[in-house]
T-cell receptor, first 114, second 116 residues
């Protein structure tokens, strides 16, 4: 089974801190995604990557950046955390060419910015 | 543009009742895929079903069934004889084959609460 692992389940950070959320998948998937989940808004795409060192903005990239130095790892970076970035962050991966395939998700990181 | 609407924010039922979750989508593409995911309290979204736009057959898997109606752009999900373990947030999602990156567009989710 594909496994997507997010390094932290819960994080509490202070306003202005630089925050790294890490995601690792073990199935050699080309595509990786970062979503945030907020009540009433569902899942909104922040960034995605279709290959090493490649990235594309999603629907809400402002205040975030990403890094993909290795195929299995996709990091989300909050350059200067703000309270409105308090949310659940979900990482997902999928094969690059199989349009039949959905996503495999990690368990999420619940980030609180105080 | 594409959009997925789950109009029901929360549904509360008593165990053994049936519950139907609505999903309405919008897309101009003729080829697309629809998904349902379950998010239990643990947080990880779990894949339930995928349906492509050319297959309008309804599907049943145990207590779960799905009704895909292309004419009304709906892909509804029914849990029969609900159980407490069905308590979760359920997401409907849309994926178009014209999107080479395979992005999924999610609805807002429906929280299902099943009480004993």
């Amino acid at each position: 089974d594909v496994k997507v692992t997010q390094s932290s389940r819960y994080l509490v950070k202070r306003t202005g801190e630089k925050v790294f959320l890490e995601c690792v998948q073990d199935m050699d998937h080309e595509n990786m995604f970062w979503y945030r989940q907020d009540p009433g808004l569902g899942l909104r795409l922040i960034y995605f990557s279709y290959d090493v060192k490649m990235k594309e903005k999603g629907d809400i990239p402002e205040g975030y950046s990403v890094s993909r130095e290795k195929k299995e790892r996709f990091s989300l970076i909050l350059e200067s955390a703000s309270t409105n970035q308090t949310s659940m962050y979900l990482c997902a991966s999928s094969p690059g060419t199989d349009v039949n395939y959905g996503y495999t998700f990690g368990s999420g990181t619940r980030l609180t910015v105080v | 543009a594409q959009k997925v609407t789950q109009a029901q924010t929360e549904i509360s039922v008593v165990e053994k009742e049936d519950v139907t979750l609505d999903c309405v989508y919008e897309t101009r593409d003729t080829t697309y895929y629809l998904f349902w995911y379950k998010q239990p309290p643990s947080g990880e979204l779990v894949f339930l079903i995928r349906r492509n736009s050319f297959d309008e057959q309804n599907e049943i898997s145990g207590r779960y069934s799905w009704n895909f109606q292309k004419s009304t752009s709906s892909f509804n999900f029914t849990i029969t004889a609900s159980q407490v373990v069905d308590s979760a947030v359920y997401f409907c999602a849309l994926r178009m084959t014209t999107d080479s990156w395979g992005k999924l567009q999610f609805g807002a989710g429906t929280q299902v609460v099943v009480t004993p």
